[in-house]
């Protein structure tokens, strides 16, 4: 019974040192073998592909574009490092140490905060476009979205060091025994990670689509009656175009998909504390997952990617002037 014990051990060697394997529960799991390796893959090749194509194309070097540019990098980040990391801790022990811990998860939780920020940035975008649409092109250009992503990301990972100020100092802190790799966040930094990652973002996007949703409506009501009484054509310059309520529209599904796998993240968190159990990590892959969704939105509802992934797919973008293609 002792032999058999040892051998349930990350490292045998080291006896009462060592923690557990993983349950074979998790690990012997279709989904983890099979199901999350296939997602993984997918994530880091869809994304790579809006990268290559907002970055190469300068047709599609817009505001928004810029933005949707900044959320491909954060989910391509998630496909290359957060989901292999996942599978890994889920089915192995963990080998490499206490700083590559550490590591780990502060590029995890800036990952996660720059995909919460440039949702928030989207929200803002199609706001001032739908609700001030006289004034969008001055108040939101390319050159100021840029700086906005840039603060974005600097933020994120200034807000990552001091979530996880206590481990950067003390990166031993990642585990109680060897092969554990896994962040305790005292209250103070349990409650700072709901207010600045849940619950701020999450008014700010309700609110914001909210008003998009009622100026929006109240818009495609005026064109209508405008219609009826022949006066369209000389107030359309009053409204927004109809090709940014269709990118409000596309955006508020890309954004209502990211708080159907957001919010259960949270809210597992408030339920099982800042450890988690074998059934709330579905609930991680589910947060994840969002990563791999947001591209096939863009398949879907974005003629301009479909046309561009024909580009790179036939290699086009290989030959002279390909990047003043028209791909809108």
Same mark, same amino acid.
């Given at each position: 019974? *002792?032999? *058999?014990?040892?051998?349930?051990?990350?490292?045998?060697?080291?006896?009462?040192?060592?923690?557990?394997?993983?349950? &074979?529960?998790?690990?012997?799991?279709?989904?983890?073998?099979?199901?999350?390796?296939?997602? @993984?893959?997918?994530?880091?090749?869809?994304?790579?592909?809006?990268?290559?194509?907002?970055?190469?194309?300068?047709?599609?070097?817009?505001?928004?574009?810029?933005?949707?540019?900044?959320?491909?990098?954060?989910?391509?980040?998630?496909?290359?490092?957060?989901?292999?990391? *996942? $599978?890994?801790?889920?089915?192995?022990?963990?080998?490499?140490?206490?700083?590559?811990?550490?590591?780990?998860?502060?590029?995890?939780?800036?990952?996660?905060?720059?995909?919460?920020?440039?949702?928030?940035?989207?929200?803002?975008?199609?706001?001032?476009? /739908?609700?001030?649409?006289?004034?969008?092109?001055?108040?939101?250009?390319?050159?100021?979205?840029?700086?906005?992503? @840039?603060?974005?990301?600097?933020? @994120?990972?200034?807000?990552?060091?001091?979530?996880?100020?206590?481990?950067?100092?003390?990166?031993?802190?990642?585990?109680?025994?060897?092969?554990?790799?896994? $962040?305790?966040?005292? $209250?103070?930094?349990?409650?700072?990670?709901?207010?600045?990652?849940?619950?701020?973002?999450?008014? /700010?996007?309700?609110?914001?689509?909210?008003?998009?949703?009622?100026?929006?409506? &109240?818009?495609?009501?005026?064109?209508?009656?405008?219609?009826?009484?022949?006066?369209?054509?000389?107030?359309?310059?009053?409204?927004?175009?109809?090709? *940014?309520?269709?990118?409000?529209?596309?955006?508020?599904?890309?954004?209502?998909?990211?708080?159907?796998?957001?919010?259960?993240?949270?809210?597992?968190?408030?339920?099982?504390?800042?450890?988690?159990?074998? &059934? &709330?990590?579905?609930?991680?892959?589910?947060?994840?997952?969002?990563?791999?969704?947001?591209?096939?939105?863009?398949?879907?509802?974005?003629?301009?990617?479909?046309?561009?992934?024909?580009? $790179?797919?036939?290699?086009?973008?290989?030959?002279?002037?390909?990047?003043?293609?028209?791909?809108?």
């Amino acid at each position: 019974m *002792e032999a *058999e014990a040892r051998w349930d051990l990350c490292f045998p060697q080291l006896a009462n040192l060592s923690c557990r394997k993983p349950s &074979s529960g998790l690990s012997d799991d279709v989904l983890v073998n099979v199901g999350l390796p296939v997602v @993984c893959v997918l994530t880091v090749l869809l994304n790579f592909l809006v990268i290559i194509s907002i970055s190469h194309f300068r047709q599609l070097r817009t505001p928004t574009n810029i933005l949707l540019l900044s959320l491909a990098v954060s989910d391509f980040l998630v496909g290359l490092l957060l989901w292999p990391g *996942e $599978i890994y801790m889920s089915t192995s022990c963990w080998a490499f140490g206490d700083v590559s811990c550490f590591l780990h998860h502060f590029v995890s939780f800036a990952i996660t905060s720059a995909s919460v920020g440039n949702m928030v940035l989207i929200s803002a975008d199609r706001y001032v476009a /739908i609700c001030d649409p006289l004034h969008y092109n001055l108040k939101v250009t390319v050159k100021r979205t840029q700086i906005c992503v @840039c603060l974005c990301w600097f933020l @994120c990972f200034v807000y990552s060091s001091v979530i996880l100020r206590d481990q950067l100092a003390h990166p031993e802190k990642c585990s109680s025994c060897y092969g554990e790799c896994v $962040i305790n966040i005292d $209250i103070d930094g349990g409650i700072l990670d709901l207010v600045v990652i849940f619950i701020l973002p999450l008014c /700010i996007i309700v609110t914001l689509y909210l008003r998009v949703f009622v100026v929006a409506v &109240s818009q495609a009501r005026a064109m209508r009656s405008h219609v009826t009484c022949g006066k369209l054509q000389h107030s359309a310059p009053f409204r927004a175009k109809k090709s *940014e309520l269709k990118a409000a529209r596309t955006l508020g599904v890309l954004v209502l998909c990211f708080l159907i796998c957001f919010c259960p993240f949270y809210i597992a968190s408030l339920a099982g504390g800042s450890t988690f159990s074998s &059934s &709330s990590q579905y609930v991680l892959y589910l947060f994840d997952f969002n990563s791999c969704v947001n591209p096939l939105i863009y398949a879907l509802f974005y003629p301009w990617f479909r046309r561009a992934v024909t580009h $790179i797919v036939t290699l086009r973008i290989l030959q002279p002037g390909s990047r003043e293609a028209h791909v809108l």
